[in-house]
């Protein structure tokens, strides 16, 4: 009889990890592929590209998976290219590098867009552009533009105005602890 739930037991509990794992991996949240848990073979298989000694089916899905599948690192190096370049005020390179990191929802990046469409920057201004990116990024997570999205539902800008709208999304970013949402907020109540 232990021995059966002992098996039970364990059957739940494989199970619950599979489920989470499917989750996750739904979620896309670092999902681990052969490439992520071999690092050493993925270098040497780069390498033997690169010098033209490995299978084309090889370099292909390398290629595939270095295009599709960057680490957070890589990520975070696309989007600092993009402020480097916002920086010294090249707006149309530092656009091509946001929008790069967009692709894997950095969330700053995509907020970054937004501010750029809001101010006409490197692209032009498009107060309704600006609102979807912004909204993108308050999705995500991003604060600043959960301030942003209710600042625009408060004042109408590049949406219809809605002020039920407008205090929801200063409230989530008030409870972040954006100070700005939470001056805001005050002043509005």
Known sequence: MKFLIIIIIAIVIILGIKTYNQEQWQKKAMPETWYDTHPDETATLISRCKEQKATVQACEAVKQFKENNLSLAEIYVIFQRGQQN??????????????????????????????????????????????????????????ISMYTVGINYYYGTGIPKDITKAKEWLSKSANTGYSDAKNFLSQIQ
Do not use: R, T
Request: aromatic share 18%; no cysteine; glycine share 6%.
């Open 86 to 143: 916002f920086d010294k005020k090249n707006y149309q390179e530092a656009m091509k590098y946001y929008l790069k990191a967009a692709k894997y929802n950095n969330f700053d990046a995509i907020n970054n867009i937004g501010y750029m469409y809001s101010h006409g920057l490197g692209v032009e201004e498009d107060n309704s552009k600006a609102f979807q990116w912004f909204l993108k990024a308050a999705k995500l997570g991003n604060s």
